[in-house]
């Protein structure tokens, strides 16, 4: 796919079990492609004492691959207006959409995933994009659409507490590109390696949480989840220094 007016070029396809949606992102002022994957993950929930619910988020352990029972439909649509690769899988259909527009527009990747998880028991589907940004364990959320607050990925803390809200925006960067998730919806992120955005998109829980809700995560419909992917070049030599405000702050 490619947008003229804008000069960007995606080229996007599955492979392995087709649980893995890659990309290629190259502008036409450079000469180098940037590698961007995106792969769904699944969570579960404990098995013992207290489990996932509405206000928690207590996972098994780390994330395993989202392995359909068959390999995507990959639909391809091409056009003088934009260019679109449709991906339907078991539980997500995921559509990559470029405008061949001048701007913005035509500069980031229009993502969408129509979620369906309603078999599920006690899992949580997630989001992962892979690069080769060296983020150095740093990412950046927004608080409430205005304030963008650094975070740092710590080890000594369990997984769920390195998740924060996204209301708007999370980025990753480094001295020379920054890949920035702008999304349509509230969603947790996180950014548990370096190179990585996380997003969870849909989570079904059959219990209760025991903290004032009083039921499980049942009632999910299909829903669509919207995203913006923009990578942009930043200034050489625009060095990534965290400070001490990156670690793990949190918003209260």
């Known amino acids: 796919m490619s947008s003229q007016e804008a000069g960007l070029t995606c080229w996007c396809g599955a492979r392995g079990q087709g649980c893995v949606f890659w ?4 502008r036409v002022d450079e000469e180098q492609e940037q590698q961007v994957d995106m792969e769904f993950l699944v969570y579960g929930t404990r098995t013992s004492k207290d489990k996932s619910g509405a206000y928690l988020f207590l996972p098994d352990g780390e994330a395993k691959p989202y392995v359909p029972k068959e390999p995507p439909v990959l639909h391809v649509t091409e056009g003088p207006f934009f260019s679109e690769v449709v991906a339907y899988y078991e539980h997500v259909h995921q559509v990559v959409r470029l405008y061949n527009l001048p ?3 035509g500069l980031s990747l229009d993502i969408s995933s129509l979620v369906d998880i309603r078999d599920y028991v006690n899992k949580e589907l997630a989001l992962r994009i892979h690069t080769d940004i060296d983020s150095q364990g740093v990412f950046f959320t927004d608080l409430n ?3 963008v607050q650094p975070r740092r990925y710590l080890k000594k803390l369990p997984l769920q507490a390195n998740f924060y809200p996204m209301p708007v925006m999370a980025y990753i960067q480094d001295a020379h590109k920054r890949l920035t998730l702008h999304t349509a919806q509230a969603l947790g992120v996180s950014s548990l390696k370096d190179g990585q ?12 949480d025991n903290r004032g809700l009083g039921q499980g995560l049942k009632d999910n419909k299909r829903t669509c989840n919207r995203f913006r992917l923009l990578l942009e070049r930043r200034t050489v030599g625009s060095e990534v220094t965290p400070g001490a405000n990156t670690q793990g702050a949190r918003s209260s």
Request: no cysteine.
């Open 23 to 26: 990309q290629s992102i190259r």
């Open 197 to 208: 955005l996380e997003v969870i998109l849909d989570r079904r829980l059959m219990q209760d």
């Open 145 to 147: 659409g205005f304030q």
């Open 103 to 105: 701007g913005v527009e």
